[in-house]
């Protein structure tokens, strides 16, 4: 069914793996869809309760495959792809769990602002790497990251697009825990389970009364600002040249 996720339920609980691991999990267009599938199919089932991300063989996710930000490659798809999670998770009702390890990087730093609780192993490299590579921030980050973390510690991270660990993520509350490596899922799981003893429907309440009036639509509004200047960006020969340098295997 899935061809970039491995995709499990058990006791309640919807396992969303993404799997690309000789690419550090990167996420292609394809990628996308199956996590949008994922989100979406464990939002409607009545059976799941909790879902839980992570990624496969020790990685998170090294954000957007670059290779579809070439000229040859699926932008449509990528703005497509990136307006869809992004809506699908401001729309979601069910409370959702990260386990990041290894990297986690563009998406899959941004992922946090949408997420209910997230357990980060201790060496984690996250990074916000839109400047280095000339495009404009995505995943409504450009507002709400200023929002969770106050707004020089929002420019510091966008600006520079510094790495930055599990210590600082956690600091900040981005995260409820830096945990040892290799670690991660099993906090995210644990807490999955606390959940599941709780009243389904209290939950579902209290993660809607705590998004701001006008939440999904907000997201949506900034995301869709975002890719347009992410795209036109993108056409221009200092962007090209900076991707195709980290394509490369350059800093």
Do not use: C
């Amino acid at each position: 069914m899935y061809q970039d996720i491995e995709y499990s339920l058990e006791n309640g609980i919807a396992l969303i793996t993404i799997n690309r691991p000789k690419v550090l999990n990167a996420i292609r267009v394809q990628t996308y869809k199956d996590v949008i599938a994922a989100l979406q199919d464990s939002e409607q089932n009545n059976d799941v309760k909790v879902i839980v991300m992570t990624g496969a063989e020790g990685k998170f996710t090294a954000g957007n495959d670059l290779r579809d930000l070439l000229p040859d490659g699926d932008l449509r798809g990528v703005q497509q792809g990136v307006a869809g999670i992004f809506d699908t998770l401001a729309a979601m009702e069910k409370p959702l769990i990260l386990a990041q390890e290894g990297v986690a990087v563009g998406i899959g730093a941004n992922l946090l602002l949408h997420a209910d609780l997230a357990y980060a192993g201790n060496s984690i490299r996250y990074s916000l790497p839109f400047a280095k590579i000339g495009v404009a921030a995505e995943g409504a980050s450009s507002v709400m990251l200023k929002e969770a973390i106050g707004a020089k510690n929002a420019a510091d991270l966008l600006l520079t697009g510094r790495f930055f660990k599990a210590a600082e993520a956690e600091k900040w509350g981005l995260i409820n825990a830096a945990v040892e490596d290799g670690s991660a899922l099993e906090h995210a799981m644990k807490a999955a389970q606390e959940l599941l003893k709780n009243s389904q429907d209290s939950l579902r309440a209290i993660k809607k009364l705590g998004k701001a009036e006008g939440h999904r639509e907000r997201v949506n509004a900034a995301v869709e600002a975002e890719m347009i200047a992410f795209s036109e960006l993108l056409q221009t020969p200092e962007t090209q040249m900076r991707i195709n340098h980290v394509l490369k295997g350059g800093k």
